[in-house]
């Protein structure tokens, strides 16, 4: 995911651009760059393939120095990684452009500014929007005036930096899918894509909302909201507990990493959703290409990506069409795997460096697959490096050992890829895509209502204090839930837990049913819905104690030994990713009741690094 900074001061703002690209380099980029108005008044710039160092270096060896500028870290979309498709784009000498996201008109814009004479130096979606500025600047001779003329023609997504050699006194900057922050000083401010790339140079920060235009000077800030009206965005201080390495007023890391879910995944979402429509480009510029002759797909992760993967299957085969086998990577790499024709292999960490993981990609690349794809959190990881195409979940770091937001971000990521894949292969029933994109728009809140469940979650964790065994149960692409959920209460509070498709109940489990083994079960309000009340009703029959996590409209209410808690309605498809909030509750604070180390459960580690 592509990283912004820009700054305007008095000082030379060349280091504070490179720092704040290194502080970015955790989000993943294949090239860097950066164009400052210099002491000779002119745009000049400095682009490399690879790491920022390769970037710092042509610096030092061609020193660039000015008082004005942008940088940028990219991650391809529209052309390969290379030195000409690198941000900062140029127009002439006179306007330079950073941008974040995909515009997804760029192709008839591109035509169009070809018929004015503009001559294209990239295969960037990028370069259109500073031409674009440029030509609206012959009419419209203020920069910001012609930025807001100019993100009316843009559709898609973007977080834009722009300056120019006109008016070198402003950077401006317009945002639409895609976070920008600017960070304010003293006599100097400045602009990035996440606040952590500015914390070297300031701790007040105000953040842009959806459709915003800003202009940045260094003693005024100026706000447009979508509608053109000036508008006052709050000033935040950021204080050093609110570091990602400090849990800040929670007990535990893995509670605060519970409580960051609907900030994470909206991040994780930001750029990526269109109109109606996912961006398919968001997965690499061969993506379109490589997912249009995708006839199966082969997901291979471990442990709690391995879950996410389960919920995948359901997806990718109910409304996408498209066969899809989950295989643990411990397994597959020591198997003879026959590989289906036109097969896509998807691998899952969050830290991209999981042995098993990798060294079943790594066999993989000699199976015959069509291509990889790495849903992954760290962008620098092995397993993106070895990966065709990538996406990025960006739920930042993740310090509990035990999961919490990397699942459901991995899951919304793999959301992000069913919808992709039906579209380019045309096997989406119609409207579906159109109508899980705005659910997938309402999904952080109804997160946030998830997490308002926290003092009934906590009250219902007492039946578990003096219990040591407990049963989860799911059914369709509620069950992988339920395993997730087992495997989050035995990792961090060390009950013995498992978990069963709730069909399965009678089939062997129910021998073990009695007052002390509690049964957990999740219920969204779906199809299958009454064929799970009778499972239940098996287990109360054995008098056995029963947690169900119902949708307020499946109409279950207490009994005796029957504890039902009432989680909020969602879309069908999205309810993994909502159940997921009050099994992660409910496991931590039975392990808090149990005093174990919650954040470093025993004999476990991050990442998996090892067989």
């Known amino acids: 995911m592509c990283g912004i900074v820009g700054a305007v001061a008095e000082r030379n703002i060349t280091s504070i651009l490179i720092e704040g690209l290194k502080r970015l380099e955790y989000r993943g980029y294949d090239s860097a760059g950066l164009a400052v108005f210099s002491q000779q008044g002119e745009l000049e710039r400095r682009r490399r393939i690879g790491k920022v160092s390769e970037l710092e270096a042509a610096v030092a060896a061609e020193p660039l120095a000015g008082h004005l500028g942008i940088a940028h870290t990219r991650w391809a979309t529209h052309g390969a990684p290379s030195e000409r498709n690198a941000h900062p784009h140029f127009s002439g000498n006179d306007v330079a452009v950073v941008h974040n996201g995909i515009i997804e008109n760029h192709e008839a814009l591109r035509e169009e ?3 004015l004479g503009y001559v ?28 807001k003329a100019a993100v009316q023609r843009l559709h898609g997504a973007y977080g834009l930096a722009v300056i120019s050699a006109r008016q070198p006194d402003r950077l401006v900057a317009a945002r639409s899918g895609s976070p920008l922050v600017i960070g304010l000083g003293h006599g100097e401010n400045f602009l990035a894509s996440d606040q952590l790339a500015l914390r070297q140079v300031t701790d007040r920060f105000m953040y842009l909302e959806e459709g915003d235009i800003a202009e940045i000077r260094r003693d005024h800030v100026s706000v447009w909201d979508q509608a053109g009206h000036a508008v006052q965005r709050e000033t935040v ?11 800040g007023v929670y007990r535990h890391f893995m509670l605060k990493e519970i409580h960051e879910q609907p900030s994470v995944v909206q991040r994780t979402l930001e750029g990526r959703l269109g109109k109606d429509n996912v961006m398919v480009q968001a997965f690499g510029p061969q993506a379109a290409e490589l997912f ?15 879950h996410a993967g389960m919920v995948a299957r359901y997806w990718l085969e109910g409304l996408a069409g498209i066969p899809c ?48 794809l790495a849903i992954c959190n760290v962008g620098i990881s092995s397993l993106v490096r070895e990966s ?10 993740e310090i509990g050992v035990a999961s919490t937001k990397a699942f459901t971000t991995q899951l919304v990521s793999l959301m992000l890829l069913t919808l992709a894949l039906g579209q380019v292969r045309g096997t989406l029933a119609t409207g579906v895509e159109a109508e899980l994109v705005e659910e997938l728009r309402r999904l952080p809140a109804r997160l946030g209502e998830a997490l308002a469940m926290d003092d009934v979650v906590e009250k219902t964790a007492e039946l578990f204090a003096d219990k040591h065994h407990t049963l989860f149960l799911g059914r369709g692409a509620q069950y992988p839930v339920a395993m997730e959920g087992a495997l989050k209460l035995k990792e961090i509070s060390y009950i013995h837990a498992e978990a069963y498709p709730a069909g399965e109940l009678k089939h062997g489990p129910l021998a073990l ?20 009340k009778s499972n239940l009703q098996e287990v109360r029959a054995r008098g056995g104690e029963l947690v169900v996590f119902a949708d307020e409209q499946a109409g279950m209410s207490n009994g005796e030994g029957t504890h ?3 989680v909020p309605h969602i879309h069908d498809a999205l309810a993994p990713i909502l159940y997921t909030i009050p099994l992660q509750l409910l496991s931590y604070y039975v392990a808090v009741l149990k005093g174990t180390d919650v954040d470093q459960p025993r004999n476990l580690a991050k990442s998996v690094t090892v067989e």
């Open 237 to 247: 201080q950021y204080h050093e507990g609110a570091e990602a390495a400090d849990k």
């Open 388 to 397: 065709d195409l990538t996406l990025l979940t960006l739920a930042g770091p």
């Open 325 to 372: 086998q989950v295989e643990v990577a411990s397994e597959f790499r020591y198997r003879k795997v026959v590989v289906q024709p036109d097969t896509l292999f998807v691998s899952i960490s969050q830290s991209g460096e999981t042995a098993d993981t990798l060294a079943a990609l790594r066999n993989a690349k000699e199976l015959g697959f069509l291509g990889s």
């Open 292 to 306: 249009a002759k995708v006839r199966n797909v082969q997901i291979v992760a471990c442990g709690t990506s391995y």
């Open 120 to 147: 294209f130096t990239s295969e960037t979606d990028t370069e259109v929007i500073v031409h674009l500025i440029h030509h609206l600047l012959k009419s419209v001779p203020d920069l910001t005036d012609a930025l």
């Open 513 to 532: 049913v009695d007052s002390d083994m509690p049964v957990v079960t999740v219920a969204p309000n779906n199809e299958l819905l009454e064929k799970l």
């Open 564 to 566: 039902v808690i009432k």
């Open 113 to 115: 500014l070809k018929g």
